[in-house]
Nanobody, 124 residues
């Protein structure tokens, strides 16, 4: 099993920046890809960004391209999400996810492990 713990959420104003972190523990050697998803009230969970350790492949949702950057440490199986130029529509609970096999995916169902989430609120 793998445990994921997010940190770094908070309350910011539009245009500000925030950095989320996700630390993993347990059978981390099995992790192939890590990702961030988010879920706003009344909406489905949606893909934000992902990174595959093999080849360093990175993918982003169109809504965050150019504003968010995913990075991480393969050896430590930690991943970060740097969020710049934030908008009120970025308000959501942000979840860290990991999958044992396969490259980056937009589908939440492809991920095997999930963190508890961290709240991000952006005021206008």
């Amino acid at each position: 099993q793998v445990q994921l713990v997010e940190s770094g959420g908070g309350y910011v104003q539009a245009g500000d920046s925030l950095r989320l972190s996700c630390a993993s523990s347990g059978r981390t050697f099995s992790i192939y890809t890590m990702a961030w998803f988010r879920q706003a009230p009344g909406k489905e969970r949606e893909f934000v960004a992902a990174v595959s350790w093999s080849g360093g492949i990175r993918d982003y949702a169109d809504s965050v391209k150019g504003r968010f950057t995913i990075s991480g440490d393969n050896a430590k199986n930690t991943v970060h999400l740097q969020m710049n130029s934030m908008k009120p529509e970025d308000t959501a609970v942000y979840y860290c996810a990991a999958r044992r096999r396969g490259y980056t995916s937009y589908r939440a169902g492809d991920y095997d492990y999930w963190g508890q989430g961290t709240q991000v609120t952006v005021s206008s």
